[in-house]
Each structure stands twice: as C-alpha cells, then as structure tokens.
C-alpha cells in the first residue's frame, strides 16, 4: 500500500498531539490544546523527576517517546534499527538537571518534527510497516495522556474550557 491513499490523516492527528489544536479544528486533544511539546515546557525539571508510585518519571516518559521517534525516522531513512533496539534504556531516565531537562526537550522536539515531515511524504509500505506507522501515533498518544495523568498541571483545556 502507498500512505498517500491515507491522505493526510496520521500528519494531521500526530502533529496536534505534538504541536496543538487549534481553536477551530481538533481530532485527538480538545480545542486549543497547547499539545505535548508546550505542556511539557510547563513543567520543571524537579516535575520532570518526580517518580510516580510505579517509579516512572516524566523525563523517562518524554526519553521513552524521543527514542522511539529516533528508531522510527532512523526506520524512514532507509534503515532497521528495530532489531537491536534497547527500549529499556529509555526507561532508566529518572532525575534530570534544568539544563538535561532542556536538552531533552529540545532532542524529543527534533525527532518529532523529524517524524512528522516522514509521515507527510508518501511511501509504499507493507502490512506490518503500516501498523507500525499507525502505532506511532496511538504511542505518542498513550505518553501525552500518561503525561497528563502524572502531573496535571501539563494537562491541556478541558472540553469544557
């Protein structure tokens, strides 16, 4: 299959979570939702640190997705970093400085934005490539409400709001 017979479905859904909605327009977060990259600009790197009963952090929450971003454009690029890929490793961010905090935001931005200029390019694909392209989004999905769910405060306007 070739993504083009998706349109522009998966660029559309992945960059609000990435980027925003707009007040006008919103499929995956409310309207006007700040979206993933601003709401963890909200937060701290003390809040970023912060472990939740099960030890995870924030900061390993945003490692765990540029990782995972970096295997999928390193994917688009014409190689299989699937076969030795360490998804633990991301995992063990725990506690990180002001300026580790910064880096980190700045590194998960890079690969988002690099992903999302990948998903805008049409390709052809097989079954499995397919879902996981699609799995890319519902991914970054599942971390933005993970994210929301630990600290509140990055959380975007209610559909009340």
């Known amino acids: 299959m070739n993504t083009r017979d998706l349109g522009n479905t998966l660029p559309t859904l992945f960059a609000e979570l990435v980027d925003g909605a707009s007040q006008s327009e919103a499929y995956m977060l409310n309207r006007g939702d700040a979206g993933l990259l601003r709401s963890l600009d909200k937060l701290s790197a003390i809040a970023a640190s912060a472990p939740t009963a099960h030890g995870s952090t924030i900061a390993a929450h945003v490692d765990h997705l540029r990782y995972g971003l970096s295997l999928m454009n390193r994917w688009a690029g014409g190689e299989n970093p699937f076969v030795?890929?360490?998804?633990?490793?991301?995992?063990?961010?725990?506690?990180?400085?002001?300026?580790?905090?910064?880096?980190?935001?700045?590194?998960?931005?890079?690969?988002?934005?690099?992903?999302?200029?990948?998903?805008?390019?049409?390709?052809?694909?097989?079954?499995?490539?397919?879902?996981?392209?699609?799995?890319?989004?519902?991914?970054?999905?599942?971390?933005?409400?993970?994210?929301?769910?630990?600290?509140?405060?990055?959380?975007?306007?209610?559909?009340?709001?």
Do not use: C, F
Request: aromatic content about 6%; proline content about 3%; charged content about 30%.
């Open 84 to 161: 030795d890929a360490d998804w633990t490793a991301s995992w063990r961010t725990s506690r990180v400085s002001a300026a580790q905090w910064k880096k980190l935001r700045d590194d998960l931005a890079i690969e988002a934005h690099r992903w999302l200029e990948s998903l805008k390019k049409p390709r052809e694909i097989d079954q499995s490539e397919l879902n996981s392209v699609v799995g890319s989004v519902a991914h970054l999905a599942y971390h933005v409400g993970a994210i929301r769910q630990i600290d509140l405060s990055a959380r975007g306007p209610s559909a009340n709001e």
